[in-house]
């Protein structure tokens, strides 16, 4: 990105939800044209207007997807055009007049339209500028970067064109795992800190050659130390005891690598995001009733726990393989299944977890007209091109329509 990409002295508005961004578009006033002539009007519009619509687009091209004729809508009221055939529209020869259902000829007051504000229309159909106006990025060029890396579908294809011209009813789809980055707050230095830990522990450890039975060993101890501190690393520990198992033993059956890799299947269910969708059972409790069938975990009665001569914190305890609960630690299971199957924390994610939307993000959340969001899969349709109707301009624009009036006197005389 160049210097001064978001200058605050020399104000510039970008398609992106940055914070100074927010700064300049809190500050943008009306050109001062007083001692301007017409031809420096129209080059200052030109140049502040062009510098958020489409700034990522050569002037040649622009030029040449430039349009003079600005597409509108003009409502009619139905029941009015079912009582007559709108001959009555001439009387007065465009003063506005109108008849009354009580025959009094009154004046009519409508909106105006913004026709000026259709001048950056053809900027719409552009793939990267949809998926910048659907929410999907926070910017047109973090856009253009998802759609160039190939994230980025058209009609179930990849499209690697950012310029891609959409149609009416084309579907675009991004990949959810971008969308959570680009619209996710970003890590801090302790989640950063933490992220390369894990990515270094991960590249020693393809790096050495794990032993047989001292490994399946300690990840026993893992289990029997991560069980009183904290419930769910129970079942991470369990899972990576069971990959190590895979990895290391030699002699098991066939049947006993499937139970193990089922197993493994169910856990990393329970601690994936979309847990709700996968899950055997659909409520909390028959999953965690699952779960301990499962893990062969059973929950210590009631009478263990108050005896006088026990320990006020109750610890859970292994009883051959069965690994026994109190009613508090099990609850804080239950408590720990419903956080990740809801949003959990993942240091490996590139975002900050659990998932918070980005800062100053309420400010830039808005869906056009022209196109319909489906956020839970991240895909949306183009509809169709955005029209200009009485009172409202359909292309979204932070300029007054002095502005793009005199833009489109510029480009109008330049064809």
């Given at each position: 990105?160049?210097?001064?990409?978001?200058?605050?002295?020399?104000?510039k508005?970008?398609?992106?939800?940055?914070?100074?961004?927010?700064?300049?578009?809190?500050?943008?006033?009306?050109?001062?044209?007083?001692?301007?002539?017409?031809?420096?009007?129209?080059?200052?519009?030109?140049?502040?207007?062009?510098?958020?619509?489409?700034?990522?687009?050569?002037?040649?091209?622009?030029?040449?997807?430039?349009?003079?004729?600005?597409?509108?809508?003009?409502?009619?009221?139905?029941?009015?055009?079912?009582?007559?055939?709108?001959?009555?529209?001439?009387?007065?020869?465009?003063?506005?007049?109108?008849?009354?259902?009580?025959g009094?000829?009154?004046?009519?007051?409508?909106?105006?339209?913004?026709?000026?504000?259709?001048?950056?229309?053809?900027?719409?159909?552009?793939?990267?500028?949809?998926?910048?106006?659907?929410?999907?990025?926070?910017s047109?060029?973090?856009?253009?970067?998802?759609?160039?890396?190939?994230?980025?579908?058209?009609?179930?294809?990849?499209?690697?064109?950012?310029?891609y011209?959409?149609?009416?009813?084309?579907?675009?789809?991004?990949?959810?795992?971008?969308?959570?980055?680009?619209?996710?707050?970003?890590?801090?230095?302790?989640?950063?800190?933490?992220?390369?830990?894990?990515?270094?522990?991960?590249?020693?450890?393809?790096?050495?050659?794990?032993?047989?039975?001292p490994?399946?060993?300690?990840?026993?101890?893992?289990?029997?130390?991560?069980?009183?501190?904290?419930?769910?690393?129970?079942?991470?520990?369990?899972?990576?005891?069971?990959?190590?198992?895979?990895?290391?033993?030699d002699?098991?059956?066939?049947?006993?690598?499937?139970?193990?890799?089922?197993?493994?299947?169910?856990v990393?269910?329970?601690?994936?995001?979309?847990?709700?969708?996968?899950?055997?059972?659909?409520?909390?409790?028959?999953?965690?009733?699952?779960?301990t069938?499962?893990?062969?975990?059973?929950?210590?009665?009631?009478?263990?726990?108050?005896?006088?001569?026990?320990?006020?914190?109750?610890?859970?305890?292994?009883?051959?393989?069965?690994?026994?609960?109190?009613?508090?630690?099990?609850?804080?299971?239950?408590?720990?299944?419903?956080?990740?199957?809801?949003?959990?924390?993942?240091?490996?994610?590139?975002?900050?977890?659990?998932?918070?939307?980005?800062?100053?993000?309420?400010?830039?959340?808005?869906?056009?007209?022209?196109?319909?969001?489906h956020?839970?899969?991240?895909?949306?349709?183009?509809?169709?091109?955005?029209?200009?109707?009485?009172?409202?301009?359909?292309?979204?624009?932070?300029?007054?329509?002095?502005?793009?009036?005199?833009?489109?006197?510029?480009?109008?005389?330049?064809?």
């Amino acid at each position: 990105m160049r210097n001064r990409f978001h200058g605050l002295k020399k104000i510039k508005l970008r398609q992106s939800w940055n914070k100074y961004n927010l700064y300049n578009l809190s500050r943008l006033r009306s050109p001062i044209t007083n001692r301007q002539t017409f031809f420096q009007q129209k080059w200052t519009a030109k140049s502040t207007s062009r510098a958020y619509h489409g700034e990522t687009i050569r002037e040649k091209h622009w030029q040449r997807m430039f349009r003079p004729i600005l597409r509108s809508v003009v409502p009619m009221n139905h029941e009015y055009l079912a009582r007559t055939d709108g001959s009555e529209q001439a009387l007065g020869r465009g003063s506005g007049l109108d008849i009354m259902p009580d025959g009094d000829r009154k004046s009519h007051g409508i909106a105006r339209t913004p026709y000026m504000n259709m001048v950056y229309a053809p900027t719409e159909r552009r793939l990267d500028t949809a998926i910048f106006r659907a929410l999907f990025a926070s910017s047109t060029r973090q856009a253009r970067q998802f759609v160039v890396h190939g994230y980025v579908k058209v009609n179930g294809k990849k499209m690697i064109y950012p310029g891609y011209q959409l149609n009416p009813g084309d579907m675009f789809q991004v990949e959810p795992e971008r969308v959570l980055f680009a619209t996710g707050a970003p890590k801090d230095k302790k989640e950063r800190r933490a992220g390369r830990k894990i990515r270094a522990r991960a590249k020693s450890s393809k790096d050495d050659v794990p032993e047989k039975k001292p490994e399946i060993q300690a990840a026993a101890e893992e289990v029997e130390e991560a069980a009183p501190q904290d419930p769910k690393a129970i079942l991470t520990s369990l899972l990576s005891q069971a990959k190590t198992i895979l990895k290391t033993t030699d002699d098991l059956s066939g049947k006993k690598k499937q139970a193990i890799r089922a197993f493994s299947r169910e856990v990393k269910r329970t601690l994936s995001r979309r847990t709700t969708d996968t899950t055997i059972t659909d409520s909390l409790d028959a999953q965690l009733l699952e779960l301990t069938s499962r893990l062969n975990i059973s929950e210590t009665p009631s009478t263990t726990i108050s005896k006088p001569n026990s320990s006020p914190e109750a610890k859970p305890r292994i009883d051959g393989s069965t690994i026994v609960l109190p009613s508090d630690e099990r609850r804080m299971l239950r408590e720990a299944l419903a956080e990740a199957r809801e949003n959990p924390i993942d240091p490996t994610k590139p975002y900050a977890t659990p998932w918070r939307p980005r800062d100053y993000m309420s400010a830039f959340a808005f869906v056009p007209r022209y196109l319909e969001v489906h956020h839970k899969i991240c895909s949306a349709v183009y509809l169709r091109h955005p029209v200009a109707r009485p009172g409202l301009g359909e292309v979204p624009t932070p300029f007054p329509a002095e502005v793009n009036g005199l833009t489109f006197n510029w480009y109008l005389r330049r064809r």
